[in-house]
């Protein structure tokens, strides 16, 4: 299978503004006054966040398109699903100052979004968790029939 080029520079594009920026990290020092480069990581991790999930949003939906247009609307409820439970976590996202920090706090934008990152890996944690116990539940149920 022939890799698509467009892909392959864009996956490098990030991964070199990705190294960039950590350079620019360790050189500026992550601790330094301005935070600076503490802000920028966080903007570029939020940015490749955003990008791959509309990746994965627009491949379903090609993907959905292709096979059946019924599901669309089975993908729209999907995505408005995972809106509701991001927005839910946003609001409860306490957005605390970082511990231990004697110097400028990042900005109450920066700790809201960092707090909810957070609790959303979290959440995925847990549903991973589940899915694999049910899963594995499932399959020793269904030797065990079988």
């Given at each position: 299978?022939?890799?698509?080029?467009?892909f392959?520079?864009?996956?490098?594009?990030?991964?070199?503004?990705?190294?960039?920026?950590?350079?620019?990290?360790?050189i500026?020092?992550?601790?330094?006054?301005?935070?600076?480069?503490?802000?920028?990581?966080?903007?570029?991790?939020?940015?490749?966040v955003?990008?791959?999930?509309?990746?994965?949003?627009?491949?379903?939906?090609?993907?959905?398109?292709?096979?059946?247009?019924?599901?669309?609307?089975?993908?729209?409820?999907?995505?408005?699903?995972?809106?509701?439970?991001?927005?839910?976590?946003?609001?409860?996202?306490?957005?605390?100052?970082?511990?231990?920090?004697?110097?400028?706090?990042?900005?109450a934008?920066?700790?809201?979004?960092?707090?909810?990152?957070?609790y959303?890996?979290?959440?995925?944690?847990?549903?991973?968790?589940?899915?694999?116990?049910?899963?594995?539940?499932?399959?020793?149920?269904?030797?065990?029939?079988?």
């Amino acid at each position: 299978m022939k890799k698509n080029k467009l892909f392959t520079w864009i996956m490098i594009l990030l991964i070199v503004i990705g190294a960039v920026i950590t350079v620019w990290g360790f050189i500026a020092g992550f601790g330094s006054a301005n935070y600076l480069p503490v802000d920028a990581l966080l903007t570029f991790a939020y940015i490749c966040v955003i990008l791959a999930i509309v990746a994965v949003v627009l491949v379903g939906l090609g993907v959905s398109i292709a096979n059946d247009k019924k599901n669309l609307v089975k993908i729209g409820i999907a995505i408005l699903a995972i809106a509701a439970i991001c927005f839910i976590v946003y609001l409860i996202a306490p957005g605390t100052p970082a511990q231990g920090l004697t110097v400028d706090q990042p900005s109450a934008g920066t700790l809201k979004l960092t707090d909810t990152v957070l609790y959303l890996a979290y959440f995925l944690a847990i549903l991973a968790v589940i899915a694999i116990v049910v899963g594995e539940i499932r399959m020793a149920l269904n030797n065990k029939k079988g």
